[in-house]
C-alpha cells in the first residue's frame, strides 16, 4: 500500500519515504524503519538546525510544530529505528514498520502540509 506523498514534501525527504515504501512491501522491514528515521532526521534538521533526532524533536516541540503525542509518536520512532540501524539481534516486525512509515509520512503531512497551510489561512485572515 504505497501513499501518494504531498509534494510539499521536500524532495529528500519523498525519496526517502518512497524508498521505506519499496523496502516495506518486499518485506525488508529494518532498511524500511531506517529510511523512515532518516526522513525524521531530515525534518528535523530542516526546521530546528539540530544534528540529532532526539534534540530536534524536544525543538519542535517547544517551538509548537508538534504537539505532545506527535512528539510521543515520534519519539517511539526514533528508538524504533535505533534498533534497525544497530547491530542488535532485535528484529522489526512487519507491523511495526508499517506503523513507523505511517507515522513518518504523517509527520511530514502535518509540519510541512497541514502546518503551512494553517500559517497562510492565518496570514489571509489577517491581511
Not at 66 to 83: P, V
Request: proline letters at 2%; glycine letters at 4%.
Amino acid at each position: 500500500d504505497r501513499v501518494q506523498l504531498s509534494a510539499a514534501i521536500p524532495e529528500p525527504a519523498r525519496k526517502d519515504l518512497q524508498d521505506a515504501q519499496k523496502c516495506h512491501s518486499v518485506g525488508i522491514h529494518s532498511a524500511s524503519a531506517v529510511l523512515c528515521g532518516r526522513a525524521i532526521e531530515r525534518i528535523v534538521r530542516d526546521k530546528t538546525g539540530e544534528m540529532t533526532i532526539a534534540k530536534g524533536l524536544q525543538k519542535l516541540l517547544d517551538d509548537r510544530i508538534i504537539d505532545a503525542r506527535l512528539y510521543a509518536w515520534a519519539d517511539a520512532l526514533r528508538k524504533e529505528r535505533n534498533i534497525a540501524a544497530h547491530a542488535t539481534d532485535d528484529e522489526i516486525t512487519a507491523e511495526n514498520a508499517r506503523d513507523l512509515l505511517d507515522f513518518a509520512v504523517a509527520i511530514y503531512e502535518y509540519v510541512y502540509v497541514l502546518h503551512d497551510k494553517y500559517i497562510e489561512f492565518c496570514k489571509r485572515k489577517n491581511a
